[in-house]
């Protein structure tokens, strides 16, 4: 695991929030998002692609972008790797967010989702790696995309998962 000094956690943490602040702001209009589908889907399997495609446009347009950002940085990353960027928040669609849902649980930390009454949007926001591992899994999904789905806010001791947390949170 990478010791990073207070400053840089400090760093990394305000990027994230600008990232999240970006998102939140190309979230209001689901007819907005431009997702490069064409190109998320080459990287899925036949039942994957059925998950991708049950995604909101919004989440598979943050899904590419974190995908394109972890493959500039790491080219040569597992096609598991490379799927469950592309499915991390594959959960969050079983459930259609209204604008206002999507604006507020956006804004609310991973952490305090899982405090919070799970009910709702809210606790979509808190299930959905467990959500999108079981979708992927129940398509025909590879189990190791499942896998890195359900560890990516959680990713103690799975390097892999540790570097799709930290893509998902830049972004």
Not at 31 to 39: F, L, M, N, T, V
Not at 121 to 138: D, F, K, T, V, W
Request: aromatic fraction near 6%; charged fraction near 25%; proline fraction near 5%.
């Amino acid at each position: 695991m990478l010791r990073l000094s207070l400053r840089e956690r400090l760093r990394r943490k305000g990027r994230g929030y600008v990232g999240k602040v970006r998102r939140l702001l190309r979230s209001f209009r689901e007819e907005s998002a431009r997702p490069d589908d064409q190109w998320a889907e080459q990287y899925l399997n036949a039942g994957e692609i059925i998950v991708y495609r049950g995604m909101d446009a919004r989440d598979r347009e943050h899904a590419c972008r974190v995908t394109a950002n972890l493959l500039r940085d790491y080219p040569r990353s597992s096609p598991e790797l490379i799927a469950a960027a592309l499915l991390h928040d594959s959960g969050k669609s079983v459930r259609r967010y209204n604008v206002l849902e999507r604006v507020l649980v956006g804004l609310i930390p991973n952490r305090l989702s899982h405090i919070l009454p799970p009910i709702g949007a809210i606790g979509i926001r808190s299930a959905h790696p467990e959500l999108g591992a079981y979708l992927i899994a129940h398509a025909g999904g590879r189990p190791r995309v499942a896998q890195l789905v359900v560890r990516h806010h959680h990713s103690v001791g799975d390097p892999e998962a540790a570097l799709l947390h930290h893509y998902d949170n830049m972004e």
